[in-house]
């Protein structure tokens, strides 16, 4: 269903993460690159949100604000009800560690570490003992389907299986927030459900919130919720599993037949050709920050 708020959870749901008038700018004067301006985002606890937009619309941004990897440049970030903004470092590190699991396009596994061990990382970080944490790893790389491949290097595993261990990294700590860059990018479609639908298992069979930015409209089309940035603006949002997933004054385009996965292809098709400012490479303008950083 259409709503013009982006942000606001349904009846009866908390808002795992609420973001307002976020702007983030970088730079002063003239050369200022406004990535995100005044963005309105809530997501309720337990909801799946992907993030989609033309190249340099500033979904990355939106995605490491909501993460606390990059602090607005004005606006407030509440993650569990926390106020991120006016944390000093450690304490957003220490939040960020209780609270958020992170997933990026390029898996950011540490390759001298085994699966389990990669796993236990968030865990050690977290000044808890590798002996007692082990079959909570485990439990994570069983849920992930990997749990004959414990003692494999990342060099050693295939990139979804790759993904997979990243995402068993990202549950161990069970988050209550999930946030995924491109998760789907680096992998072939048959891959890419694996994790999406590993990802839908974290929202329905954990009660997660997962926050993804992608530019395929197959894996949007996963969501409960597509946002749309253009230029550093939220300008739509729709709900491809509701089978609401119709532009806004466009009631015929609801007709059955309609796939949302098309919907969605053809609301970014509009946004790629309406004023977009395509600066980059897909996944080119914010490297994922190394793994330490994300954990
Ligand atoms: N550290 C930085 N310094 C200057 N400009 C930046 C910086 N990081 C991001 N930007 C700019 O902010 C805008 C939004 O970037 P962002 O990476 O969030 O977009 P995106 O939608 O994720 O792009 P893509 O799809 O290409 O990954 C872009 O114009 C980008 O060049």
């Known amino acids: ?55 340099g619309s500033g979904k990355s941004t939106l995605l490491q604000c909501a993460a606390g990897l990059d602090r607005p440049t004005a606006g407030s970030v ?13 304490a957003l590190t220490r939040l960020r560690r209780a609270h958020v699991g992170f997933v990026f396009q390029s898996f950011n596994l540490l390759p001298s570490l085994t699966a389990e061990q990669n796993v236990l990382l968030p865990l050690r970080l977290a000044g808890r003992p590798a002996r007692r944490e082990r ?54 479609p048959v891959t890419a459900e694996d994790v999406l639908a590993l ?40 709900e491809p599993a509701s089978g609401s997933a119709v532009p806004r004054g466009d009631g015929g385009t609801g007709a059955p037949g309609v796939r949302p996965v098309d919907v969605i292809a053809d609301r970014m098709r509009s946004l790629s050709g309406a004023g977009a400012r395509p600066r980059s490479a897909p996944g080119a303008a914010v490297p994922a920050p190394p793994a330490e950083v994300a954990l």
């Open 1 to 55: 269903m259409w709503n013009d708020d982006f942000g606001e959870p349904g009846p009866g749901r908390s808002a795992a993460l609420r973001m307002t008038a976020v702007t983030r700018r970088h730079g002063r004067g003239r050369s200022a690159v406004h990535a995100l301006r005044g963005v309105d985002v809530s997501l309720s606890a337990g909801s799946f949100t992907a993030v989609m937009g033309p190249s």
């Open 78 to 90: 509440r993650l569990g009800g926390q106020e991120l903004t006016r944390m000093g470092r450690r």
């Open 135 to 188: 079959p909570r790893a485990r439990e994570a790389l069983d849920r992930v389907g990997l749990a004959d491949r414990l003692h494999s290097r990342p060099g050693e595993l295939s990139g979804g299986q790759q993904q997979r261990v990243a995402l068993a990294r990202a549950l161990v700590t069970e988050p209550e927030v999930i946030c995924a860059d491109e998760p789907t990018g680096a992998l072939d």
């Open 199 to 238: 990802l839908r298992d974290a929202v329905d069979g954990l009660g997660a919130t997962v926050l993804m930015v992608t530019h395929d409209p197959a894996a949007a089309a996963c969501a409960d919720t597509v946002l749309f940035l253009a230029d550093g603006h939220l300008v739509d949002r729709l």
